[in-house]
């Protein structure tokens, strides 16, 4: 290969990386004995078989943050979950259903960041007595007012055949089409996305 066209048509390692994007599977439920980490895991494992995308699972319980404007909003977790936010193209929220709505952990971590969600594009695997359904659809309106463009394709788990006994993932096989039809809308929103930022 010639100089010229080393310098000007082969990516660097580095440039494969950085033009990669970075796609946040977040955790949405932090309660102890919760079932989202399963969740997350699952889903992850289908991406990464994809190799399309730089996925991560983000899990908001680790980020400590307050709950919304009982404090001065300095705490290093606050800055902390916006810095991982805007690292990211696109997102997958794992939803549970709190109250035929997504958890009060999922809402206060939505309403703590505001720009870093802006002009993303996300999935939702949701799950619940009903597949979660309704809280999802909660999700989707606030995801309006954040500006995160919300994909048609929405995996719902059942509580009762996609678990033993509520608490141990045995997801039936139907999902994976749907994971990677979900996935697909994601990364080719998330490519598009990109160009308004
Ligand atoms: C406070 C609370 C409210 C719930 N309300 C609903 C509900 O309205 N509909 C539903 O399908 N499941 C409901 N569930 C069951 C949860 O979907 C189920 O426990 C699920 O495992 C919660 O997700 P997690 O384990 O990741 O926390 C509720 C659970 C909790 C803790």
């Known amino acids: 290969m ?11 390692k580095e440039e494969v990386k ?40 983000i899990d908001i319980a680790e980020f400590q943050l ?40 999922l809402k206060n971590a939505l309403d703590l960041a505001r720009e870093a969600w802006n002009n993303k594009a996300a999935g939702i695997v949701s799950y619940g007595s009903t597949g979660g359904a309704r809280a999802a659809e909660h999700l989707r309106g606030i995801m309006g007012e954040l500006m995160i463009a919300d994909v048609r394709t929405h995996p719902t788990l059942s509580l009762f055949t996609d678990f033993e006994n509520g608490s141990v993932l045995k997801p039936q096989e139907l999902h994976l089409d749907n994971v990677n039809l979900m996935l697909d809308q994601v990364i080719a929103w998330s490519g598009a996305l990109k160009t308004l930022r």
């Open 66 to 105: 307050p709950f919304m404007g009982t404090t001065d909003g300095t705490e290093p977790g606050i800055t902390a979950w916006n810095d991982k936010l805007a690292s990211l193209d696109g997102f997958v929220f794992v939803v549970a259903e709190y109250n035929h709505s997504i958890s009060g952990a």
């Open 2 to 12: 010639s100089f010229f066209s080393k310098i000007f048509t082969k990516q660097s």
């Open 18 to 57: 950085m033009n990669t994007m970075n796609i946040g599977i977040i955790l949405g439920s932090t309660r102890q004995g919760r079932v989202s980490p399963q969740v997350g895991e699952w889903v992850k494992g289908i991406a990464d078989k994809r190799g399309d995308a730089n996925y991560e699972i």
